[in-house]
């Protein structure tokens, strides 16, 4: 099955699946056509060069460790309406993300993720926690490599197994002594790499120690039968985390 673009929508194999459902996680590579993963880099730059409106893609920055006084992106949420490349992406992506939910998936959230160099990537965590939790039952996380990721280069690290421990809600914590006795394995990609990731695996992304941005593009898809609570998501995360153009019309009236 196909759709424009030169998109072929993946179909996972039965290893495939139970590899997620041993691990938590399923690293598909070379998947994507070639046409594709060259446009993703540019596909990237386009969304970061839109127009900043209220209502629109919500962007937010953080102080560069490099320039003082200087702000770089560090993501993009809300990124489909406004870009025919990444939904027509996500559309192909919701069918594997459905073998891996046992129902159609549907899309919660998405957001272009901008690692930039020397910023701490995330601590251990699991999505299956607040506030995911407030609209489905159940969830997968699909990321698309947008540049390579390696050691020291903001790369995924995921705890193999672990999903098995956290299969209630709420998930459980992942205090100190929890994560002191994990062991991750780094995930490390190329781009246009897939990797699926079950909601209550640990995972974490290391500090970006190279010299350049390292950027990947995030889907969390959600059961069909949970219902489709994306307007609600984003109504209530912009008012939680204002994007930087609404909380500088709000600074500046």
């Not at 560069?64 to 809300?78: A, F, P």
């Not at 027509?88 to 998936?105: H, K, M, N, S």
């Not at 990321?143 to 050691?151: N, Q, S």
């Amino acid at each position: 099955m196909g759709i424009s673009l030169g998109i072929t929508t993946p179909v996972l194999d039965p290893a495939q699946m139970a590899t997620f459902r041993a691990t938590g996680y399923l690293v598909v590579r070379r998947v994507l056509p070639q046409t594709v993963t060259a446009s993703l880099a540019r596909w990237a730059d386009e969304v970061a060069a839109l127009p900043e409106m209220p209502g629109r893609q919500a962007v937010y920055r953080a102080p560069s460790l490099k320039h003082h006084g200087r702000c770089l992106v560090q993501r993009i949420e809300r990124v489909t309406p406004f870009h025919d490349g990444f939904h027509r992406l996500t559309l192909a992506l919701a069918l594997p993300a459905g073998q891996l939910l046992g129902d159609a998936a549907l899309l919660l959230a998405e957001r272009l993720e901008f690692l930039q160099p020397g910023r701490e990537g995330c601590v251990p965590h699991r999505d299956a926690a607040e506030p995911w939790m407030r609209y489905a039952t159940g969830f997968v996380s699909v990321i698309v490599a947008i540049d390579p990721t390696g050691p020291d280069q903001a790369c995924l690290e995921i705890a193999p197994g672990q999903h098995r421990h956290g299969l209630h809600r709420p998930a459980p914590v992942l205090d100190g002594a929890t994560i002191a006795a994990l062991d991750f394995d780094p995930v490390p990609v190329e781009p246009g790499d897939l990797v699926y990731v079950h909601p209550y695996a640990p995972h974490r992304v290391r500090r970006n120690r190279s010299g350049t941005v390292r950027r990947r593009y995030r889907m969390l898809f959600n059961r069909l039968a949970d219902g489709d609570h994306q307007a609600q998501f984003y109504a209530e995360r912009q008012r939680m985390k204002l994007p930087d153009i609404d909380r500088l019309l709000a600074d500046g009236s």
